[in-house]
Antibody
C-alpha cells in the first residue's frame, strides 16, 4: 500500500534551518510528484511547492523562493524539504503529499505531518 | 492565483442531518479540477472528492460533490459521528494550487 512516512518533530531556534524528510513506499517513486503543504497551528492549508523525483525539477510558491529547497534521493525513495532562516511564523506542521497520476491530479496520499516549532 | 472562499465557516449539525458546504473560486476553475479534503484533529487531510464530483477510493456514498465553473458544493447526505471534521476545497488546475480556508462541521 502507498505510504509516505515523515521524519519526527523538530524544535529550532530563530535563524536556523530545518530539513524534513518524506519516505515513500508502495508505488513507483519516480512516477509521481511530491508536494509540500504546511499548516500553522489552528490555521488552514498552504501549498509550498513540488518536486518531481524523476527529473529533480521543482516549483516553489513565490513566498518560499530562496528560502526553501526540495530535493529527492531515488536510492532510498525519499524527498526532503529544507527551509532556512526560520522565524516563529514558520512554526507549523509540514505535510508531504503525493500528486496522483496523470496531468492535473489532486493529492491522493499524505504523510502524517512533521511539527516544526521555532522558538528562542 | 485563484482564491477559494468556503462557506459557512462553521456548520453545527446533529448526526443524521444533511450537510452542505460551499466553495467559491475567484475565477473559473480549469476543467473543474476541484477537490475536497477532510481533516480530523492531529491527522493529515484525506482526499474525498476530485474533479468536482468523483469520489476518491474508499469514500462512502454519503459524500457527493457537485458544481462547475467557479461554484462548488460538497454534500454529506446523513452525517455519521466520524464525519465531524474540517473540510477544505482545493483547486489544482492552475498553478499555484490553492486551498480554501476550511469549513468546520461540528456536533450541535
Amino acid at each position: 500500500q502507498v505510504q509516505l512516512v515523515q521524519s519526527g518533530a523538530e524544535v529550532k531556534k530563530p535563524g536556523a534551518s530545518v530539513r524534513v524528510s518524506c519516505k515513500a513506499s508502495g508505488y513507483s517513486f519516480t512516477g509521481y510528484y511530491i508536494h509540500w503543504v504546511r499548516q500553522a497551528p489552528g490555521e488552514g492549508l498552504e501549498w509550498m511547492g513540488w518536486i518531481n523525483p524523476y527529473s529533480d525539477g521543482t516549483n516553489y510558491a513565490q513566498k518560499y523562493q530562496g528560502r526553501v529547497t526540495m530535493t529527492s534521493d531515488t536510492s532510498i525513495n525519499t524527498v526532503y524539504m529544507e527551509m532556512s532562516g526560520l522565524t516563529s511564523d514558520d512554526t507549523a506542521t509540514y505535510f508531504c503529499a503525493r500528486e496522483g497520476a496523470g496531468s492535473y491530479s489532486p493529492f491522493d496520499y499524505w504523510g502524517q505531518g512533521t511539527l516544526v516549532a521555532v522558538s528562542s | 492565483e485563484i482564491v477559494l472562499t468556503q462557506s459557512p465557516g462553521t456548520l453545527s449539525l446533529s448526526p443524521g442531518e444533511r450537510a452542505t458546504l460551499f466553495c467559491r473560486a475567484s475565477q473559473v476553475v480549469s476543467d473543474n479540477y476541484l477537490a475536497w479534503y477532510q481533516q480530523k484533529p492531529g491527522q493529515a487531510p484525506r482526499l474525498l472528492i476530485y474533479g468536482a464530483s468523483s469520489r476518491a477510493s474508499g469514500i462512502p456514498g454519503r459524500f457527493s460533490g457537485s458544481g462547475s465553473g467557479a461554484d462548488f458544493i460538497v454534500t454529506i447526505s446523513r452525517l455519521e459521528p466520524e464525519d465531524f471534521a474540517v473540510y477544505y476545497c482545493q483547486q489544482y488546475g492552475s498553478s499555484p494550487p490553492t486551498f480554501g480556508q476550511g469549513t468546520k462541521v461540528e456536533i450541535k
